[in-house]
């Protein structure tokens, strides 16, 4: 009995100890025209996908029109928008991302995930952003108040670049396809 009330206080402990990271998402569904076809709201998103990144045969990782998927991996340069005493050069990079967009008639889905911090070179890598408030990784030579406020700074970077990517998808699918117009 001690045996087994000894291996379920372990159980216990561990179980409570680490802590369960939950990666930064962005995700919606759009309802839309119920005429809409899956097909046609597919042709929209990989129009929009085809305008916004420079080389999409490069980001476009799965592109199935029979099953309504389109997924790319893209990126944005990070950059400390606010002075960070010390080491703030050592953050610079990018913020690598993967976008998912979903078809159905009548609706689509979109998915903003898998945010991962890179910096250049041999610089201070804050690795997946999670929901965390703060960086719960080990960094040498910086203080827990600087990796906080870089932390943030990351995060605060990735919502406004969401935001701007989000609101160009959705004017994109407001937008009827070349291959949708009558008058070509």
Known sequence: MQRFL??????????LSIKAQKPVTYENVIVTDSTLSKESLYNRGHNWVVSI???????????????????????FEYNQKKFIWGGSETTKGFINFTIKLFFKDGRYKYVFTDFIHEPLKDGNSFGVITTDDEYSGKMSLTSKQWRKWIWGDIKEQIDLNVKSIEASLLEAMNKKAELEKQDW
Request: glycine content about 6%; charged content about 20%; overall charge positive.
């Open 53 to 75: 990144f420079k080389n999409p045969q490069k980001v476009i990782q799965l592109n199935d029109k029979n099953e309504g998927q389109i997924v790319c991996k893209g990126n």
């Open 6 to 15: 000894f291996t379920v206080s372990i159980l216990l402990f561990l179980s």
